[in-house]
Nanobody, 116 residues
């Protein structure tokens, strides 16, 4: 079992920055890759950024150059540094950890609101 706790959301003006954190506990040795997803009102949840166990990263096109996913050395905590935020980035952000056995765990979600 893996437990995930997110923090760092909030309200920010367009052009501002926020940093999200997702701390994992439990069987983190089983984690293969970790990522951030978001869901805006009336829209489907979408992948924002993922990082593999070896450190390879991938981003959705709309955040490339603005968002950066990273992790601590232990691999138990991931971060999402969000710069140059836009109103269309407004959503609930979720972290997701996936094990080698393809079992997924989700954080509770944190609201990010970008005011124009």
């Amino acid at each position: 079992q893996v437990q995930l706790v997110e923090s760092g959301g909030g309200l920010v003006q367009a052009g501002g920055s926020l940093r999200l954190s997702c701390a994992a506990s439990g069987s983190i040795f089983s984690i293969n890759y970790r990522g951030w997803f978001r869901q805006a009102p009336g829209k489907q949840r979408e992948m924002v950024a993922v990082v593999g166990r070896g450190g390879a990263t991938s981003y959705t096109d709309s955040v490339k150059g603005r968002f950066t996913i990273s992790s601590d050395n232990a691999g138990s905590t991931i971060y999402l540094q969000m710069n140059s935020l836009k109103p269309e980035d407004t959503a609930v952000y979720y972290c997701r950890y996936t094990t080698f056995g393809e079992r997924t765990y989700w954080g509770q979600g944190t609201q990010v609101t970008v005011a124009s």
